[in-house]
């Protein structure tokens, strides 16, 4: 079985070994940990939380980002057929396609926020966002619900069109090796930065302190959503991105250095914003506006907060193009294996088709569409919900009992053996679908705690 010979072109192409690990590491960091993990871990815990999140990426995160690695590495095809050439059982096909469906949704709003953190770089260096005077969140609404974000969105989606385009060296890996360490020097003097501010440690204290009574039901279904979306797991992602690692590398390695880089940016995101946001009496459980409301109205306040400020939604804009990148890739990577289209063609029509699609989720926070509110939620958070709440956490599973019943040369491909393939398969076959069908119920309503 060695290499898998396969016809088609995109799984000829190679990451290089550090290529990869940082590619994945620009694949996890991202929104998820400098925008949504803040928000969520002020609204539903605080570090109790944040505790929870930790062992929901242990115990069901780790095992599951090996599992989709290797079956990406083992299938060499898309996120479409790599189940099925492991299996030869057509209806694995379903199932792929179905994660390659979760990413081009997500893609879809995910390139809205990402656009906003575009805005806010601009508006910060060049001084508009810090007006004296300004209410905050009045500017991220109006700003919101006016046309300007349709453009920033079709910006991200025109940059992670043009480095599909130029392939998995010569655009996903050169991209990201540009990117992180420019990113990393940003994080950690932002982190001085806000650690050195008059009150930080009431920040910190709320982050890193437990309170275990803070905790509820709705915190551990949030927690292992957000493990799933934090390491860009149930989407075929991981799988696209380890379709194209070499055979000699550890995955079991790149693993390890996945989640501890996931884990370590979200830790440095906390103590940049908590001590930030506490140090000026805001509230940290302001939701999705956390970062574009209670941050600015902070930096302005602060010497040189404009250049903070500029660095702070840069370091956003950095952490969403790399994430958006690695999500895009899983339906260009489909389409150029289904309709065999040169990659060029599938980055121009998936990346024009998901900027129509996103258009709704743009026009919803507070635009022409903000006022339709279908079950409680706009668009913008219908499409959040569906997808981080029940449609990974489904893909998660596919790949859990497709790894752990399955695929019987999982091990192998893993390089795992003993111990450690015996406590991955306990993770996959037992723990991680017991706890992914109760967290699936409780989010569709079939049970209450
Ligand atoms: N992990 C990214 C983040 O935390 O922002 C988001 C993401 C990327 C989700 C890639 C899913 C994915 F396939």
């Given at each position: 079985?060695?290499?898998?010979?396969?016809?088609?072109?995109?799984?000829?192409?190679?990451?290089?070994?550090?290529?990869?690990?940082?590619?994945?590491?620009?694949?996890?960091?991202?929104?998820?940990n400098?925008?949504?993990?803040?928000?969520?871990?002020?609204k539903?815990?605080?570090?109790?939380?944040?505790?929870?999140?930790?062992?929901?990426?242990?115990?069901?995160?780790?095992p599951?980002?090996?599992?989709?690695?290797?079956?990406?590495?083992?299938?060499?095809?898309?996120?479409?057929?790599?189940?099925?050439?492991?299996?030869?059982?057509?209806?694995?096909?379903?199932?792929?396609?179905?994660?390659?469906?979760?990413?081009?949704?997500?893609?879809?709003?995910?390139?809205?926020?990402?656009?906003?953190?575009?805005?806010?770089?601009?508006?910060?260096?060049?001084?508009?966002?810090?007006?004296s005077?300004?209410?905050?969140?009045?500017?991220?609404?109006?700003?919101?619900?006016?046309?300007?974000?349709?453009?920033?969105?079709?910006?991200?989606?025109?940059?992670?069109?043009?480095?599909?385009?130029?392939?998995?060296?010569?655009?996903?890996?050169?991209?990201?090796?540009?990117?992180?360490?420019?990113?990393?020097?940003?994080?950690?003097?932002?982190?001085?930065?806000?650690?050195?501010?008059?009150?930080?440690?009431?920040?910190?204290?709320?982050?890193?302190?437990?309170?275990?009574?803070?905790?509820?039901?709705?915190s551990?279904?949030?927690a292992?959503?957000h493990?799933?979306?934090?390491?860009?797991?149930?989407?075929?992602?991981?799988?696209?991105?380890?379709?194209?690692?070499?055979?000699?590398?550890?995955?079991?390695?790149?693993?390890?250095?996945?989640?501890?880089?996931?884990?370590?940016?979200?830790?440095?995101?906390?103590?940049?914003?908590?001590?930030?946001?506490f140090?000026?009496?805001?509230e940290?459980?302001?939701?999705?506006?956390?970062?574009?409301?209670?941050?600015?109205?902070?930096?302005?306040?602060?010497?040189?907060?404009?250049?903070?400020?500029?660095?702070?939604?840069?370091?956003?804009?950095?952490?969403?193009?790399?994430?958006?990148?690695?999500?895009?890739?899983?339906?260009?990577?489909f389409?150029?294996?289904?309709?065999k289209?040169?990659?060029?063609?599938?980055?121009?029509?998936?990346?024009?088709?998901?900027?129509?699609?996103?258009?709704?989720?743009?026009?919803?926070?507070?635009?022409?569409?903000?006022?339709?509110t279908?079950?409680?939620?706009?668009?913008?958070?219908?499409?959040?919900?569906?997808?981080?709440?029940?449609?990974?956490?489904?893909?998660?599973?596919?790949?859990?009992?497709?790894?752990?019943?399955?695929?019987?040369?999982a091990?192998?491909?893993?390089?795992?053996?003993?111990?450690?393939?015996?406590?991955?398969?306990?993770?996959?076959?037992?723990?991680?679908?017991?706890?992914i069908?109760?967290?699936?119920?409780?989010?569709?309503?079939?049970?209450?705690?």
């Amino acid at each position: 079985h060695e290499s898998t010979p396969s016809s088609n072109a995109g799984s000829a192409e190679r990451f290089t070994a550090t290529g990869f690990i940082l590619a994945a590491i620009g694949s996890s960091v991202g929104l998820g940990n400098m925008w949504k993990f803040p928000y969520i871990t002020g609204k539903h815990g605080g570090a109790a939380f944040f505790l929870l999140f930790i062992i929901c990426l242990i115990i069901v995160g780790l095992p599951i980002l090996l599992a989709e690695m290797t079956v990406g590495r083992g299938g060499r095809g898309s996120a479409g057929t790599s189940f099925y050439n492991l299996t030869k059982k057509k209806y694995w096909s379903v199932f792929g396609v179905f994660s390659v469906i979760t990413a081009f949704i997500i893609m879809s709003y995910y390139a809205v926020v990402a656009g906003w953190t575009l805005h806010y770089t601009v508006e910060s260096f060049t001084g508009l966002l810090f007006q004296s005077g300004t209410d905050y969140k009045m500017k991220f609404v109006s700003f919101a619900s006016g046309y300007t974000p349709i453009l920033w969105q079709a910006v991200v989606m025109l940059i992670t069109g043009v480095v599909l385009a130029k392939g998995v060296s010569g655009g996903i890996e050169k991209f990201n090796k540009i990117l992180i360490p420019g990113f990393l020097i940003i994080l950690i003097v932002l982190m001085f930065r806000a650690l050195t501010l008059p009150g930080a440690s009431t920040g910190v204290e709320f982050f890193l302190k437990p309170d275990f009574s803070k905790l509820d039901a709705e915190s551990a279904l949030i927690a292992l959503g957000h493990a799933f979306f934090s390491l860009s797991l149930g989407m075929g992602c991981m799988l696209t991105y380890g379709s194209y690692v070499d055979k000699r590398q550890s995955l079991g390695a790149a693993t390890l250095a996945i989640g501890f880089g996931d884990l370590v940016y979200a830790l440095i995101a906390g103590l940049i914003i908590f001590p930030t946001v506490f140090s000026f009496g805001l509230e940290p459980g302001e939701g999705v506006g956390l970062a574009f409301m209670a941050l600015p109205a902070a930096f302005s306040q602060m010497p040189f907060g404009f250049f903070f400020g500029g660095l702070f939604f840069a370091l956003l804009a950095i952490a969403a193009l790399t994430s958006a990148i690695s999500i895009l890739e899983v339906p260009i990577a489909f389409a150029m294996e289904k309709w065999k289209w040169p990659r060029k063609k599938a980055a121009i029509y998936v990346s024009s088709l998901c900027f129509l699609i996103g258009i709704p989720s743009a026009m919803s926070v507070g635009g022409l569409l903000g006022g339709f509110t279908p079950g409680g939620k706009t668009i913008f958070d219908w499409v959040d919900f569906v997808t981080a709440y029940i449609m990974m956490p489904l893909g998660g599973l596919v790949v859990t009992l497709f790894t752990g019943y399955a695929w019987k040369r999982a091990g192998e491909e893993a390089g795992l053996k003993g111990i450690g393939y015996r406590l991955w398969m306990v993770a996959l076959r037992y723990v991680a679908p017991v706890l992914i069908i109760l967290i699936f119920l409780y989010s569709v309503g079939l049970i209450r705690v």
